[in-house]
């Protein structure tokens, strides 16, 4: 087929004509049939990566359907407002849909994003490095939209490098519809990849919290549940906190400004900033700072013992908890008001004194005093917090 033809047939920019190649004459596929779909391809189009650059980046299956998902959320919110997404599995595989625009050729160059500054995605890779890695797995990845159909391959046996073959259907799909063909991922990942759809989960919320990046002037949803141990990032899962953050969680959380790295995963250097979004949604809800005193109870890191007629609070965060290791970096504003609250001595807010010791507990006892024993390791933040000053 002759270039120019290809280019209008596609709708491709003409800058972008150079990465389409007519379908060479020795090619394996030329038609096929998925169930009453029929697929006429004529032309290849260059992605631009090679098979080893998308196996470093060390996705796995729930890296690579992230992906897929979140490209479908944020293209019905964008559009109508909220993010949903259909999932379903059938006799060919598992298919993503979505309502949108439908997605263009030129959306699947590397580096290429045309996303909101708000949205999911941010890489220009995800859907791409996505679909190579099924391929890896012997996995098909086709995308109809409209009436065009871009399936992915691996071309040139030698240095094998990602292609999508471009081709027409002859049936019609409203937006952007992907199958990842023989892919059958069990119901319990389906059913907790993204945080509306994990009933157990989303049913258990116990506050929402919108906050805005410096970057990005959009207010987005910080989530805290009252379920233990998974963690979500713009409403879809990254994983079990324990496995993802090297430490297992109270709460599970689902939070918005935040970056994975390029292979979806939390890096050591990033764990501050992670802590820091955290201690955003205690700041921000009350209701997320009152369950987390008695979570704090519960686990013994937040103890009041009883001397004579008198009480004395002892801090001991378990750094092996993920919010006790929170407390290495933030101190939360108003959580002291929501521990004095659940202890029933709000009025006494100005007898309150952070000590480091058994002695200063007991001179601060003597002086009428209610001590906070702290370890000075912990975050500056527990400052706020007058020290003990024996006078």
Known sequence: MDKNITVSKYDIPENLNHFTLPLPKD??????????ITINYDSLFIIGITKDYVLKRNFDELKALREFIQ????????LYGRPFVEIKKDLYG??????GRGIKIQDLLIGISNKECW?????????????????????PVYIFTHDNVFRFIYYNEENPKLYVILGKSNKKFEGTNILIKDYYPSDEILNKIVIFNNKEVYERKIDEVYIESEEC?????????????????????????????????????????????????????????????ISKIFELSEKARDKLVEKLIESGML?????NDKISIHFNPIFAIFEGHLFV????????NSILKYLNIENKKDLIVRIGNEEEEKKAL???FIPFLVSEELSEEFRIIPKFVEK
């Open 366 to 368: 003597e002086k009428g």
């Open 119 to 139: 949205m999911r995605g941010y890489y220009g890779e995800g859907l791409k490095i996505a679909a190579g890695y099924f391929l890896s797995l012997n996995k």
């Open 217 to 277: 002037k959009v207010p987005k949803p910080y989530t805290i549940y009252d379920y233990p141990n998974l963690f979500y990032v713009r409403n879809i899962l990254v994983g079990e906190t324990s496995k993802v953050a090297r430490r297992r969680s109270l709460f599970s959380y689902d939070v918005w400004w935040f970056r994975l790295d390029v292979s979806r995963e939390f890096m050591s250097y990033s764990m501050p900033d992670l802590f820091k979004e």
């Open 27 to 36: 090619f394996k596929i030329f038609n096929e049939k998925i169930g009453d």
């Open 71 to 78: 490209n479908a959320l944020d293209e019905n919110e964008l």
């Open 94 to 99: 598992i298919w993503i849909i979505d309502k």
């Open 329 to 336: 970096y933030h101190f939360p504003k108003g959580l002291l």
């Open 303 to 307: 103890k009041v013992k009883k001397i």
